[in-house]
């Protein structure tokens, strides 16, 4: 992308969980097209400090990185001080990415897993929202992107605590749609079908062990069955729709759950 092309030159944007996966590969958008960025997520310190120069250098822009734990409400609010004293201004733009996952049947699941994903797939939408806010209706204009999934949409069994924090987000969305349009405001969720990350790993040892069949077996009858098309979703895929809604021709989405599925939820 050229200068001139750069959408979201002098913008700033938080992304939560953007050490890998889903989060690295919309925060490289973004920073290509001339945001500033304040990656955030966990991760080897010497990995991360690489990953911040990388991105810096590659895109031309400032980058730090904030490991606020998005279960700690204190944490998230310690990353917005942290955006504005790092990189000046506001926050423009948030993207409520990280997320976490566990597979149990419902009976066996864990209370302590159903907390923490409750916590940091919704509760931490909700947390760095009610803190981007303020400064975005000051300022007239702000974009906020909420990676829910495609279990947002639909549900699969073994996963309850997913599903309903997914569902969860594509409400809260709503709202946030409906009390920041007045100021220039857009919130939009994006809802993908499986993306081939860290996560989706693990899930496929943790699913062949719930359903007790082999790997193979997860990635076809499991996990890529639902979808039309068998094939994983790329991090750049999300990057770029993530983009659209964040730049100038993303302006009239607002409250819209957006599936990215390969034809999962068209069923
Ligand atoms: P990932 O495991 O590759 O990345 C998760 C990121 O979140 C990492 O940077 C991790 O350090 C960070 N993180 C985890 N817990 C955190 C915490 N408490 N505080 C701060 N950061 C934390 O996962 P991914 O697949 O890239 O998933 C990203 C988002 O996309 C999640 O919300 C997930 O539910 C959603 N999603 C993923 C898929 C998929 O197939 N991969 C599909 C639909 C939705």
Known sequence: MTESTRPLAGRTAIVTGSTSGIGLGIARALADAGA?????????????????????????VKVVHCPADMSKPAEIAGMFDFAADK?????????NNAGIQHVAAIEDFPIEKWDAIIAINLSAVFHATRAALPGMKARKWGRIVNIASA??????????????????????????????????????AICPGYVWTPLVEKQIDDQARTHGIDREAVIRDVMLAPQAAKRFTTVEEIGALALLLCGPNGQSFNGAALPIDNGWTAR
């Open 151 to 188: 279990h947002g949409l639909v549900a699969s069994p073994f996963k309850s605590a997913y599903v309903a924090a997914k569902h969860g987000v594509l409400g809260f969305t709503k709202t946030t749609a409906l009390e920041g349009a007045e100021f220039g405001i857009t919130a939009n």
């Open 87 to 95: 990189l000046g201004g506001g926050v423009d733009i948030l993207v």
């Open 36 to 60: 500033a960025i304040l990656l955030n997520g966990f991760g080897d310190a010497k990995a991360i400090d690489e990953l911040v120069q990388e991105l810096s250098t590659s895109a031309g």
